[in-house]
C-alpha cells in the first residue's frame, strides 16, 4: 500500500483566495484524521470521520474551514476564505477504526500551507 | 487539557548514548502510543503500550508506563544520528482518537 497520500504538498496563496487540501486514506481503513501543526500550538486535532461521518468536528477553527469525505477513499479540507493565521503544516491520518483495537494512526506526507 | 506533555522538551546527545524522555497525562487512558516525526515529513508510530501492560520493548525501544502516576517514558538505547527528530507521545481514552503532546526535540551528535 501507498501509506496515506496528501496533494498538494506545498500550497502558496494568497489572503482571501480558497485553499482544498486532498487526502486519500489507506486502503480499509474505517478512521481518518485532519490535524494541523504549528510551531505555536503543536499538533491539533481539527476533525474527524468514521465510516465517512463526521464524528467530531469541534476542533475545526472557524466556519472557514469545512471538511467532507464523500465516500472511503477521499477527504478534503477546505478553507475559504483563506488568511495568514492559517499557516500551517496540515496533516491527514488514517486508522483501522476498528472497535475495540487498540489503533494506531498512519500519517500523510501534510501538506505545508503559506497564506500570504 | 487532556494532551500527554512530553518532558524535557529539547534533548541533545552523542551517538552511543541514551535518550529518555518522559510524558504525563491527566485522565485515565486505553492506552499510550509514541511516535517520531523527522523533519518535514509526518508522524511514524513507534510503539503502543496498553493500560494494562507496564513495560513494552520493540528492537532499541523501550517503553514504560505508570497508570498509578499518569506517566510514560520513552527509552532509546544506542543512540544514532538517524534518531535525530521530534518524538512524540499520545494518549488514547478509547474514543478512537488521540490527544497529542507538543513534541519533544531530539538531536544526536554524531
Known amino acids: 500500500d501507498a501509506g496515506v497520500i496528501q496533494s498538494p504538498r506545498h500550497e502558496v496563496t494568497e489572503m482571501g483566495q480558497e485553499v482544498t487540501l486532498r487526502c486519500k486514506p489507506i486502503s480499509g481503513h474505517n478512521s481518518l484524521f485532519w490535524y494541523r501543526q504549528t510551531m505555536m500550538r503543536g499538533l491539533e486535532l481539527l476533525i474527524y470521520f468514521n465510516n465517512n461521518v463526521p464524528i467530531d468536528d469541534s476542533g475545526m477553527p472557524e466556519d472557514r474551514f469545512s471538511a467532507k469525505m464523500p465516500n472511503a477513499s477521499f477527504s478534503t479540507l477546505k478553507i475559504q476564505p483563506s488568511e495568514p493565521r492559517d499557516s500551517a503544516v496540515y496533516f491527514c491520518?488514517?486508522?483501522?477504526?476498528?472497535?475495540?483495537?487498540?489503533?494506531?494512526?498512519?500519517f500523510g506526507p501534510g501538506t505545508r500551507l503559506t497564506v500570504l | 487539557s487532556q494532551q500527554g506533555e512530553e518532558d524535557p522538551q529539547a534533548l541533545s546527545i552523542q551517538e552511543g548514548e541514551n535518550a529518555t524522555m518522559n510524558c504525563s497525562y491527566k485522565?485515565?487512558?486505553?492506552?499510550l502510543q509514541w511516535y517520531r516525526q523527522n523533519s518535514g515529513r509526518g508522524l511514524v508510530h513507534l510503539i503502543l503500550?496498553?493500560?494494562?501492560?507496564r513495560e513494552k520493548h520493540s528492537g532499541r525501544l523501550r517503553v514504560t508506563l505508570d497508570t498509578s502516576k499518569k506517566s510514560s517514558s520513552l527509552l532509546i538505547t544506542a543512540s544514532r544520528a538517524a534518531d535525530t527528530a521530534s518524538y512524540f507521545c499520545a494518549t488514547d481514552y478509547g474514543n478512537n482518537r488521540l490527544a497529542f503532546g507538543k513534541g519533544n526535540q531530539v538531536v544526536v551528535i554524531p
Open positions: 503500550i496498553r493500560s494494562n501492560e
Open positions: 491520518a488514517s486508522s483501522s477504526g476498528l472497535a475495540g483495537k487498540y489503533n494506531e494512526q498512519f
Open positions: 485522565t485515565s487512558i486505553n492506552n
